[in-house]
């Protein structure tokens, strides 16, 4: 007589929760560049949410009288072109340029989240037509869409990144589609739909857990090619408004003054921008390639 295997059981037979991985914790799994990369965003997620504290002046006021002013005491990183102190701006730009690119993975992680459960666990017809909407979507750039939907709505932060994070939506709904499409295939699954238990419960006590490593592995990808787009935008004109202190508006405001001999503003802004995409890529990329290492 066949007995039901519960789902602890199964999990821990062969489902994804009973895999032993290895590394050792967090910090060896990162390894030692990946441990690097987490203390440089750390720091730079310090420095914007302690902004206010940090910041010597106000990082919207400047005097003219004070434009263009060298590295001194007063102003450890010089003035713009509108003699407003660049480390204040800096810092402050960090708090705008993490938050957009945060709540851009935040909002694309969910809707691609969610896609990407409904569309396994109906299947079918559900799973077609999900399937072609994001084909539709993937038919045009991240950029591009995100120029279209901000014309149609206007410019500004929150259109910015509403408008990316609409763009990254097919790109996780397609990664973690994959994958949670082979966890749907696993015995634990299949005993827990014998237990009675109903989609939405089997997906959000089951399937979710298991498929968080690769959520959580494209949230810290998503992230640097997010504060890029965002940047881009800002750029164009078409994110962050003036004065208001953001990495990608202050290098698009610093190309009069770096033909005029001063590049501070955007050399400052844009390396800022690099290594912050840097420390995130490594992270994503590191526990990414840990994760798939570990997999039996």
């Keep these: 007589m066949k007995t039901a295997v519960s789902a602890p059981a199964a999990r821990r037979s062969g489902g994804p ?6 590394g ?22 310090l420095a914007a949410l302690l902004a206010p504290v940090l910041a010597p002046y106000d990082p919207d006021i400047g005097s003219i009288v004070q434009r263009y002013l060298p590295p001194g005491p007063e102003h450890l990183l010089g003035t713009d072109q509108s003699g407003r102190d660049l480390l204040s701006r800096l810092l402050y730009g960090a708090r705008t340029s993490l938050l957009g690119a945060a709540a851009v993975v935040v909002i694309a992680g969910v809707g691609g989240t969610l896609l990407a459960l409904v569309a396994t666990w109906f299947g079918g017809r559900v799973d077609a037509f999900v399937g072609r909407v994001l084909d539709l979507l993937f ?12 014309a149609v709505f206007g410019t500004g932060m929150a259109q910015a990144t509403v408008a990316l994070a609409m ?8 990664v973690l589609r994959s994958v949670a499409l082979r ?9 827990a739909e014998l237990q009675g238990l109903s989609g ?9 857990p298991n498929i968080a490593p690769q959520i959580l592995t494209g949230a810290a990808i998503n992230f640097g090619y997010a504060m890029i787009d965002l940047a881009a935008l800002s750029f164009l ?11 990608g508006l202050m290098v698009s405001q610093g190309q009069d ?22 420390a995130f890529s490594v992270i994503g990329e590191r526990l990414g390639g840990r994760a798939a290492g570990g997999r039996a």
């Design 17 to 22: 929760a009973g895999r032993r991985r290895p």
């Design 24 to 45: 050792g914790g967090l910090s060896g799994r990162l390894g030692p560049l990946g441990v690097t990369a987490v203390a440089v965003a750390a720091l730079l997620v």
């Design 139 to 150: 038919a045009f750039p991240n950029l591009l869409l995100a120029i279209i939907v901000v």
């Design 167 to 174: 763009a990254y939506v097919p790109y996780t709904a397609r």
């Design 183 to 191: 966890e749907r295939r696993l015995p634990y699954v299949q005993a």
């Design 200 to 208: 939405v419960t089997v997906s959000g006590r089951h399937l979710l």
């Design 237 to 247: 004109g078409l994110g962050v408004q003036a004065p208001t202190a953001d990495w």
């Design 257 to 278: 003054s770096l033909l005029q001999g001063y590049p501070q503003q955007s050399l400052l802004a844009g390396t800022c921008i690099v290594v912050a995409v840097a």
